[in-house]
């Protein structure tokens, strides 16, 4: 009987705790996540400690440096984003009463994409809504997909995302990608779609892993049963531009990405025999399963901006 009581009294976890508990999570030390929340560890210790006695159950265990979750932890970080989801239903209808006048919108940008995403969308929402508040980083594709099925960002642009079961494509344009060389070099002067084996004797740009650009060469290049050395790597699409533009190698870029160049005749783009790089979209991802907050939806309402985006 009294235990009964003792659960039924217990009151939910504190919202402190809960922060540190999903920093773990994310980053697998005690230490990491202490440096993530600007805080001493010994508080981020304190606090999972709390939590665990308050639940009654092993949240993690020690490994090496780090920590491992238990299956009690699952549990917990399924509920803390229930519980996100729960608190993004109530600013929707809050938001929803008040017509817009305030609010947040977390956005998440692609290389390629930050750009336009400033640019052409954002102003405009900005003005119209100048009442919520606006937050643009950038990220990966990965990094992105997996900041939306945390519900660590509302909306996101992007290349030809991985797919996963809590984030949704609202929105889709094909931009294949284009194989991209200096006027003048070897590649420029081919007429027919160039195959990926072609390069081997080419020194070629490629992105960082986990940018979507990255992913879609790999696949391609796995696809054809092709290998490509990278002789020069960059996380920015702006960086690979500039290396086709100072002659030394070829790189892959949507043709978007360097509509100045081609209007320039500075750089040339050519298309590949590979179905993987001809199919490549823009995307707009948002949470699958979730109710979409007021200022999400205001901003999707603006489809001819998103379009111009993609």
Known sequence: MSNNRRSAGRSAPDSRQLDCFREVMA?????AAAD????EPSVVSRHIARLSADLGVALFERRGRGVIPTEAAQIVLAYCRERTASDDTLRSRLDDLRGLKRGTLQVMAGDGFAEAVMDRLLPAF??????????????SARDIVRAIAEDDCHVGFTLSAPPHAS??????????????????????????????????????????????????V?????????????????DRAA????????????TFLSERMIARELAQGTLVARRTTSKVLENSR???????????????????????LIDAVL
């Open 126 to 139: 900005c003005r119209r809504y100048p009442g919520i508040d606006v937050t643009l980083r950038a990220g």
């Open 27 to 31: 980053t697998g030390s005690i230490r």
């Open 239 to 250: 960086t690979l531009r500039r290396y086709a533009l100072a002659g030394l190698g070829v």
């Open 167 to 216: 984030v949704r494509v609202f929105r889709e344009r094909p931009r294949p990608l284009r194989l991209v060389a200096k006027a003048g070099h070897p590649i420029a002067a081919l007429r027919e779609p160039v195959r990926l084996s072609a390069l081997a004797s080419h020194a070629v740009a490629l992105a960082m892993p986990g940018a979507g650009l990255h992913a879609l």
């Open 36 to 39: 993530a929340l600007n805080v």
């Open 218 to 234: 790999q696949t391609a290049t796995e696809r054809e049963g092709v290998t490509i050395s990278a002789s020069f790597t960059a």
């Open 282 to 304: 823009a995307q707009v991802l948002v949470r699958a399963g979730r109710t979409l907050s007021a200022p999400l939806r205001a901003l999707l309402a603006e489809v001819k």
